[in-house]
């Protein structure tokens, strides 16, 4: 018999164990904190990445310009960045623009440039176009244009902030201590179908919408072409992205709540529906034909984020973990337990959602007014 | 100088990478120490792994992924939650958890026993198995999430419903989808439209009885409850209907 001693690992802890982490905390009364804690809490699951890709989504950052929408943009070449800026300075007025303050590490090889700019939309636009839907536009005609510049943050009072590497290392990279925010949301990549590029790292965003999302998109095809039938163009080449268009399109664009939201992309089972009342079996039939295309199939846990909400969601039968730790108006997401108690060993309560059914973390009322005049703005609409 | 084999080994884990902390585990197991104590457990995977004496480690903090995973012997107490995969095909020896365990407590077991205070996630005994005289058990105190006992091959999972209400029906659906081997009992209310089609109900048998209670007065004594309290409840026992339900899948 051939010696297999010499490439065997005696002890069997060799093998690849890696699935991409999610975590996410938020305060619900509004409080900003640092990023300290959420950095230690996912590099604390190193081990599900591959250094692949690494990012963060962080919420209440720019309190010095809150209302203006910061545009966070990728270049590859700095001929694209004179091109895209005179875009810029074309369809939009900018008020502040600056490069993204970065540190230069041993870890993270060959970055792109990358630069933020706080911008207003034109005072007067098309008819039924809002402002939203003007940014929207803009920035998938960035993201299609081919000259090598991405945006990848688009909304108010928030920002993404992702590349390749350990999520740990994009943290240092991007000097992520140095923010305060109430909400913030992480992922470590484990790339399974698609090339690990800067773009294509978590979260995926629009608008202030953010996805960090652990699993596959089996049918990210359908997913996508129905997007796309609303102006949403895919060009991160991961499965991911359909997910921020998603919730944009259905509960900006659409209106839905949140709730019914969730029972677009994980649908109850026909035999489920079957068994409810007959209102609740109408509603959900209703959903289910008219948003089937968006439903998402294959094993998904996700954090979704916007601007005073945090939700985790996982598939209907929950092939991929996520658990939820609260202490105090703090709300914890994540794809491992030990990442919450390492930050908060004393948590009030520590549980897994079923499958399909949303864990929904709000700012408090009283903190919602003062924490955002969007909000306000998006109450009022 | 006091015998290693009569100390109680204290690890500190904060900060030790998996792999560091398991091969202390077994140079100090190799040592002769019959008892350790880890600290500050953050999410180590596999502790306990191809240790295969009958040594007692106890945990304080979250362990991590496939706690024991293909251990042989030894006894792990776990202060806290256990996560994913704990007893990850174990072959002997037991995991007492003093609150929950998360997906998959148990797969593909083939010896051994895992006692879980509270709830357990997903999945819960999927593929256990048993041979002979091996017949890994798992007691659950409170209820399991979906898919409890899927493709289940053989031992025996306990399912005690203790923090239930009044009324409650346990959360578990789709319980035992594939299920071609082994026994479930079940304490408190489960609808029929909860098992999966290849399950049987039925009254325990005397021998199921017996069984119970040893395993059921095992968890009392272990999470400190009355066994005869628990005992009195309303069990009923799940069984396979067939041995190869897919044995027609490919047969035309």
Known sequence: ????????????????????????????????????????????????????????????????????????????????????????????????????????????????????YFVDPPQSLPENQSADDYVVARVMEINTSGNDSFVFSSGKNMAVFKGVGYPEEIAEYFKLEQYQAYLWTAH????????????????????????????EISSYGINRRYLEQFGYQCTMQTDTEVIAYAVDLLMRKHNLPLEIAVKVLAAPFWDEIERMPEEEQNLMRAIRQTYGSLLLNGPFAVVIAHNGEMIGLTDRIRLRPLTVGEKGDMLYLSSEESA????????????????????????????????SKGKKEALSR | MTNI??????????????????????????DGAAKIELTNVHGQRYIGTDLNKPVLVEIFG??????????????????????????????????????????????????????VRDNVGYRGGIHMKEYKSKKPVIVIGGTAQDFLG???????????????KEGQDHLSKYVGTGMHGGVIYVRGNIPAYHLGKEVGVAKLSEKDNAALKEHVTEFARLFGYNADDILNGNFKKLYPRWLRPYGRLYAY
């Open chain 1, 1 to 116: 018999m051939k010696n297999l001693t010499r490439i065997n690992n005696t002890y069997n802890d060799d093998k690849v164990i890696d699935a991409c982490s999610i975590f996410g905390a938020m305060d619900r009364s509004g409080r900003r904190f640092s990023g300290e804690g959420v950095i230690k809490a996912i590099a604390n699951m190193h081990d599900r990445g591959n250094g692949l890709g690494g990012g963060f989504a962080v919420y209440g950052l720019y309190p010095e310009h809150p209302d203006k929408y910061a545009l966070h943009l990728m270049y590859l070449s700095s001929q694209s960045k004179l091109e895209t800026e005179e875009f810029l300075r074309d369809r939009f007025s900018v008020a502040w623009q600056e490069e993204v303050p970065v540190r230069q590490t041993a870890v993270i090889k060959n970055p792109p440039l990358v630069w933020r």
């Open chain 1, 188 to 215: 470590g990549r484990f790339p399974t179908n698609t090339v690990a590029w800067w773009g294509g790292a978590h979260p995926f965003s629009i608008l202030d919408w953010t996805v960090v999302h652990n699993g």
């Open chain 1, 340 to 371: 919450i108690r390492l930050i908060s060993p004393e948590l009030d309560t520590a549980w897994s959602p079923m499958g399909g059914e949303p864990v929904i973390g709000r700012l408090k009322p009283e903190s919602r007014l003062q924490s």
């Open chain 2, 5 to 30: 084999r009569e100390k109680i080994i204290k690890i500190d884990a904060a900060g030790i990478y998996y792999r560091d902390l398991n091969a202390r585990l077994r140079d100090t197991i190799a």
């Open chain 2, 62 to 115: 979250t362990p991590g992924n496939d706690l024991g995973a293909f251990m042989n012997g030894p006894r792990i107490i776990v202060h806290g939650n256990a996560q994913d995969g704990c007893g990850n095909t174990m072959n002997e020896g037991e995991i007492i958890v003093h609150g929950r365990a998360g997906d998959t407590v148990g797969l593909s077991a083939r010896g051994g026993k895992i006692f």
């Open chain 2, 150 to 164: 899927e493709y289940m091959a053989g031992g025996t999972i306990i399912l005690l419903g203790m923090n239930l």
